[in-house]
Nanobody
């Protein structure tokens, strides 16, 4: 599978953006998919995941209630709706397939089987 993320941009505090991750090569409908982000000088951070079955969503505490992950299996596309954006949300956002749950953090991570998109920059101005 190949993933292409887009939809980032510059937005003011409190604004919204929707990121998209278009997949090609195979269906992502049965794959655990997620969004991660990396801010300057910081490690890659889990943001949101949709697991087996589209009812199973998981979010980092920092984005709960503001970000919403979804996927359109007909379009083979993963989305991240980001509302009430804050300056601390500024980062490069990456989508990934075939992610795994991390029992030590309660989040998810991209392992050896994961495929990553190229990233899209989100900048939130104060």
């Amino acid at each position: 599978v190949q993933l292409q993320a887009f939809g980032g941009g510059l937005v003011q505090t409190g604004g919204s953006l929707r990121l998209s991750c278009a997949a090609s090569g195979r269906s992502i409908s049965s794959s655990p998919m997620g969004w991660f982000r990396q801010a300057p000088g910081k490690d890659n951070e889990f943001v949101a995941a949709v697991a087996w079955g589209d009812e199973n969503m998981d979010y980092a505490d920092s984005v709960k209630g503001r970000f919403f992950i979804s996927r359109d299996n007909a379009k083979n596309t993963l989305y991240l709706q980001m509302n009430n954006l804050k300056p601390e949300d500024t980062a490069i956002y990456y989508c990934a397939s075939d992610i795994s749950p991390d029992p030590t953090t309660g989040g998810w991570y991209g392992g050896k089987m994961s495929i990553w998109g190229q990233g899209t920059q989100v900048t939130v101005s104060s």
